[in-house]
């Protein structure tokens, strides 16, 4: 394993593209390296590898440019449903089998990513320290006395051991950051909603979200780009455009605790750790202004100290009640207190809250994002078997408020210490500024120079970002103005300017209209219930933007187009009254395909 070989997403998938190397021979160097590795904690099932080579032979019919995950394996954690494998969340007397992906699953899938298998978690995804698992103790990929990290500890390790590329975890008070210091790669904690929960075991289901491991943030802004969007199966989805990736802010304002506030229990290395990555956000641009962390603490201490421990009671009541012992000691210790909370006390820990929330808010009226260690310290496994609670509840120091105040986080890799313990900082904002943190937190690690996980592969240079005029605005077109098409002068008159050509997320039907000259109508319905189409991006000027939308006829529209990516752009729909007559052509996948067709007939 090593720096000649791709490693990253980014990499993988453009060898794909060129043809240096196929999706079968990445499927086959994954269960290599798991063969080699040879630590059966990482993985509670693995998909067969000759199932998963099928699936990647058969990729290679499909049209690369249009799949951003194009034949790359990942793994999933063993809370979230996948097709094909048993849901434990690492309880055996728990497992069910799901009769279709989680909607996370289904839109990587989409992609044209391959789930190679489930990742031991800590049990019920209770837990920050991933030795909570009747499956074992994953061995941490940087320095093996260490624990893993967890919840999501099988996921973070088998991204940190260069395993596969991608995994996914989940977070709700930690779990996907805390892992991703602890194995020297990128935790990417989402906005609460942003990536659907159908399909997800909840731990906390008012406060859970899926999380994403990765061995860069532009690999992980990726995934994420791949799997954001509401989802009508998940009530606590959200609609969270996601923004796009842009230039370091020459005017950054990163918050971080006032002096003598931080709390490292003792570790010196990881408070000089911290300390050093400061000064590189210094001498990156950054002004570094100082807030009261205290209520951020107080948030902190709601959270297993308050009601919500009740939601990881309802959980697994059932089997409390029936078969206690099937569920480990420290896990029933902790979820058992949630029975005895009332609805009194549900209500005065949610007023407190809302005081702390509008506390949040006003911390951030001045400042772009916090700044803080990822965890205090890091702990061996020995150390952790011998005081489970304590030991666990300290490594939460910095992440147990974050879903409680409805902040997105980024876990990046700071350093490695001279004890060969990796430390990380965590980038905190309010809900919905995803695409800032990713923005900076990219520059951030990429001037680590840190090695990959434990890979040992180095960083690439940082991928160019992708030039914009902040006067124009994309629009997407799907029919008569596409390139060649007929109305495609119509942009042209207005200096448009083709930008790429790519396809909407599987979401959408294509019907032809009758109208003269022929178009189609596009139409948005349920998640997965549609097809990916084919379709153009163009750049207008805002002005010309707006004199051509003003100029489109009924029952033509403009609206939200999800692409294949992730992202957001207006672009061509159709009013739906006019469908009664029309025909569905959406087996074509594109206007273009049609019109081929029909000049044939």
Not at 509 to 531: D, F, H, I, N, S
């Amino acid at each position: 394993m090593g720096a000649e070989q791709p490693e990253t997403i980014a990499a993988i998938v453009a060898a794909h593209r060129a043809g240096t190397l196929t999706p079968v021979q990445t499927v086959a160097r994954t269960y290599q390296r798991i063969r080699d590795h040879n630590d059966p904690a990482i993985f509670i099932s693995l998909r067969d590898e000759r199932d998963a080579i099928a699936e990647a032979e058969k990729l290679a019919a499909k049209d690369a440019a249009g799949l951003p995950l194009y034949g790359v394996p990942v793994a999933v954690k063993d809370n979230i449903d996948a097709l094909g494998f048993p849901t434990t969340a690492a309880c055996p007397a728990f497992s069910t089998t799901p009769m279709h992906d989680s909607t996370a699953v289904a839109r990587l899938r989409a992609a044209g990513a391959i789930i190679i298998g489930k990742t031991n978690l800590d049990q019920f995804a209770t837990g920050l320290v991933g030795v909570r698992s009747p499956y074992g103790v994953p061995k941490n990929s940087i320095r093996e006395d260490l624990v893993p990290g967890g919840s999501s500890s099988g996921s973070a390790v088998a991204v940190g051991a260069g395993l596969v590329p991608l995994s996914l975890g989940t977070d709700t008070a930690g779990s996907g950051r805390v892992p991703a210091m602890l194995n020297n790669i990128v935790g990417l904690k989402p906005s609460l909603g942003m990536i659907s929960n159908a399909g997800l075991v909840p731990a906390c289901r008012t406060l859970d979200c899926i999380s994403v491991f990765a061995l860069t943030v532009d690999d992980a802004a990726l995934a994420l780009s791949v799997m954001a969007g509401p989802d009508p199966a998940d009530p606590f989805s959200r609609d969270r455009p996601l923004g796009a990736i842009t230039p370091l802010p020459s005017d950054l304002r990163l918050g971080v605790p006032r002096n003598g506030q931080l709390i490292f229990f003792g570790d010196k290395k990881a408070e000089a750790a911290y300390a050093d990555a400061l000064k590189r956000w210094t001498a990156l641009g950054a002004t570094l202004v100082e807030f009261d962390l205290e209520p951020f603490y107080e948030t902190a201490r709601l959270l297993y100290e308050g009601p919500w421990v009740a939601e990881r009671y309802l959980v697994i009541k059932d089997l409390l009640a029936s078969a206690p012992d099937s569920i480990h000691p420290v896990t029933r210790e902790i979820t058992a207190a949630g029975a005895r909370l009332t609805a009194a006390d549900t209500f005065s820990a949610l007023y407190r809250l809302q005081g702390l929330r509008k506390i949040a808010e006003r911390t951030f009226a001045n400042i772009d994002a916090l700044v803080l260690p990822t965890a205090p310290t890091a702990y061996t496994t020995t150390q952790v078997l011998a005081n489970p609670i304590e030991l666990n509840s300290r490594l939460g120091t910095y992440t147990n408020f974050v879903n409680l105040l409805d902040l997105c986080g980024l876990a990046l890799p700071a350093s490695m210490r001279s004890d060969g313990i990796p430390f990380g900082i965590t980038l905190l904002a309010p809900a919905g500024h995803d695409a800032l943190l990713a923005s900076i937190g990219r520059v951030f690690h990429a001037d680590t120079r840190l090695s990959l996980g434990a890979t040992g592969a180095a960083q690439a240079p940082l991928a160019a970002l992708p030039a914009s005029s902040g006067d124009e605005i994309p629009i997407a077109v799907v029919g008569a103005h596409l390139s060649g098409m007929v109305l495609n002068g119509e942009l042209k008159a207005l200096n448009g300017r083709l930008i790429e050509a790519t396809r909407t997320a599987p979401d959408y039907k294509l019907y032809a209209l009758k109208t003269t000259p022929p178009k189609p109508g596009m139409l948005r319905v349920e998640a997965g219930k549609g097809a990916a189409i084919e379709l153009e991006l163009w750049s207008l000027s805002s002005s010309a933007f707006g004199k051509f939308v003003n100029a489109i006829p009924s029952p033509m529209a403009i609206g939200t187009v999800r692409l294949a990516d992730g992202r957001s752009v207006k672009g061509f729909l159709v009013e739906p009254e006019v469908l009664g007559d029309a025909r569905d052509i959406t087996a074509f996948g594109g206007w273009r395909k049609f019109m081929a067709e029909a000049a044939k007939t």
